[in-house]
């Protein structure tokens, strides 16, 4: 562990800022670290069990353990407790927050870190649903929901919010929406039991009180009791008016994005050039997706997504009990638009604005299908004097993007491939008070899809990368930096799924590599690597068609690193709707420990979902689709 250590603290100087992508260097610890798990880990023997079910089911997404002080004094605070059945369906859940007062939680706004758990419960049938939680307006964590079993599902995530202590720190309303559905027409008859919870901990002499945003301000729709997010089904994008105080030295815009009905699987989204080949079995417009911060009109800024899988994606019984990852905590991603503060300071009499807009690659407008979740927020430091300056350079280009493909006799396979890559460098001269800054912004992404089609679109193959560094500094000192690889991979058979009985299925494999500094957060490495596959057979039902049985397996490794040498590893894996192994190591592992041994169920797994609604599904239904 020693090396490991020492490692992770020369990786903190970030000298491959320069590169556009995580390097293998600034991995090798990771790495390191997860392919040598300690001895007495690997001996330990899964508990065994004769039971037909483990109830209730643990559902887990892997995520990142979080760092706070081991001394000192903190509270936590059960902020919501709520039912999400029916009539809950675009009805948020809204109460009213205030900080706590109890001295062991700390002095509001001084909080060494601030931790959020959402614990959700559900038993019975249920589709997975998207579920996001505000703060003063101000979203701060996307989540969604586990397809839950007969038996009852729990699934329980922790998140760092320390960079919302601004928030949290004044009254506000917090408010979670959890949009339901209770059709037992459908069979649809789970409702989700919430709790929300949050833990302040005070500042320790090793563990100071957090450097956050002095100001944080929402880009939302600001609805007193409907969802905050932005809802896009148009190229025009949502525009929120901003007006920023005159001792504003460094601003920060967030974004939380996410893709729904025709847009889910915008991953896999056929080209418009080639939409015509398919007996409308495919959706269209591309499968490239950029999300645009705009300022006055002007691109500061651009996310291109990581792709997030719910656990209802593709095939449900790959990510059940394991899910794919983001499904709990997706991710969020960082514009710096410190460099437009010259324009956005240029007129204090003059509202200035944020723009957030989706740009897809469909021939007609809207460029995109419908629709696309997004909210963000302006993060603002503030100084001891008035900010001007001067925008000195402003260099961002066209989005180059290509697509190419081709068809062999009678269309029986189609390729496409997409790529594209942007550059973006912005520069600014800032004058605070009595000191000048150089503020830089910069991005360097690339990213590519090759598609391949059969039997008329309904055997498909994706291998998507997208590859990248965000990078902002100040007199040449790094601020901002997030260098990112997504490499996805995914094929799809639904050969069988109009058939009396059908059926489909996948095998996903996706990785996550991700260096992320920012102003408020510590520098943190994470790197995971996931596989999956499963298949679902269908009963035969006239109207929606149900999934009566299926098998699925998920194995998935996970490392993370921080800049305090806080260190987390994780090996983990599912079969049939039970787990198979889970193993976890590192400095950090006591804060998110494996699963309790009387949920392992052992090599073979569980014995998948069953459901007796009809006739059993026949054993070909592999065999690709008849005629």
């Known amino acids: 562990m020693r090396l490991l250590v020492a490692t992770v603290a020369i990786a903190l100087v970030f000298p491959w800022a320069a590169q556009a992508q995580v390097p293998t260097e600034e991995l090798a610890p990771l790495l390191y670290g997860i392919a040598h798990v300690p001895e007495e880990l690997e001996r330990r023997v899964p508990l065994m069990t004769d039971d037909e079910v483990v109830a209730p089911l643990y559902s887990v997404q892997v995520h990142s353990p979080t760092n706070v002080p081991i001394a000192g004094s903190s509270c936590t605070v059960k902020l ?248 709990y905590d997706q991710p969020h991603y960082l514009v710096d638009i410190t460099p437009f503060l010259p324009v956005l300071l240029a007129n204090s009499s003059t509202s200035h604005n944020v723009t957030l807009r989706v740009q897809g690659q469909g021939l ?121 690889e997504y490499p996805f991979y995914m094929y799809s058979n639904y050969s069988t799924y109009t058939q009396q009985y059908g059926g489909y299925g996948s095998t996903i494999k996706q990785s996550h590599k991700r260096s992320l500094a920012t102003p408020y957060e510590p520098y943190v490495l994470t790197t995971s690597s996931q596989q999956a596959e499963g298949w679902i057979n269908m009963d035969d039902w006239p109207g929606l068609r149900h999934a009566i049985n299926g098998t699925g397996k998920t194995s998935m490794t996970f490392a993370y690193a921080d800049a305090r040498l806080g260190t987390y590893y994780r090996a983990i894996a599912a079969k049939n709707d039970g787990w198979v192994r889970d193993t976890v190591w590192g400095t950090l592992a006591s804060r998110l420990p494996a699963l309790p041994k009387w949920q392992i169920s052992g090599p073979d797994g569980g014995n998948g979902f069953k459901r007796s609604l009809g006739e059993p599904a026949p054993r070909h239904l592999q065999t690709k689709r008849q005629a």
């Open 80 to 327: 919501l407790e709520h039912s999400f059945g029916e009539g809950s369906y675009n009805t948020p859940a809204v109460v009213s927050y205030a900080p706590p007062t109890d001295s062991k939680c700390g002095q509001p706004g001084q909080w060494a870190a601030i931790t959020m758990n959402l614990t959700s419960y559900a038993i019975g049938t249920q589709y997975d649903r998207l579920a996001e939680i505000y703060l003063g307006h101000v979203e701060i964590w996307r989540s969604s929901s586990a397809e839950p079993t007969k038996t009852g599902t729990v699934w329980s995530t922790v998140k760092d919010v320390t960079h919302y202590a601004p928030l949290f720190a004044s009254v506000n309303d917090l408010m979670m929406d959890f949009s339901n559905i209770i059709a037992p027409d459908l069979l649809l008859d789970a409702p989700f039991e919430v709790t929300i919870s949050v833990t302040f901990y005070a500042p320790t002499p090793l563990f100071p009180s957090a450097k956050t945003a002095d100001l944080i301000i929402p880009l939302s729709n600001m609805s007193p009791d409907t969802p905050n997010m932005f809802i896009l089904d148009s190229d025009t994008g949502a525009t929120t008016n901003i007006n920023l105080p005159a001792n504003a030295e460094e601003a920060l815009v967030e974004v939380y994005c996410s893709g729904n009905s025709a847009e889910e699987f915008w991953y896999a989204n056929t080209p418009d050039e080639f939409v015509d080949m398919f007996p409308g079995t495919v959706t269209g417009k591309g499968p490239f997706r950029e999300v645009q911060v705009i300022v006055d009109g002007l691109l500061a800024g651009v996310v291109w997504p990581m792709p997030v899988v719910y656990t209802g994606g593709v095939t449900p019984s790959n990510w059940r009990p394991l899910t794919s990852y983001g499904a």
């Open 364 to 484: 007609e407008a809207p460029s995109f299908n419908s629709n696309w979740y997004i909210s963000g927020s302006v993060h603002v430091r503030l100084g001891s004097g008035t900010t001007t300056g001067t925008m000195t350079k402003y260099d961002v280009g066209e989005l180059h993007i290509d697509t190419t493909g081709g068809a062999s006799d009678g269309n029986g396979t189609v390729w496409t491939k997409v790529t594209a890559s942007r550059k973006i460098s912005v520069e600014s001269t800032l004058k605070i008070g009595n000191t000048t800054r150089k503020a830089v912004f910069s991005q360097n992404l690339s990213y590519s899809n090759d598609a391949k089609y059969e039997d008329e679109g309904w055997l498909q193959w994706v291998t998507q990368s997208t590859i990248g560094t965000t990078e902002s500094t100040v007199n040449g000192i790094v601020k901002l930096r997030d260098a990112f």
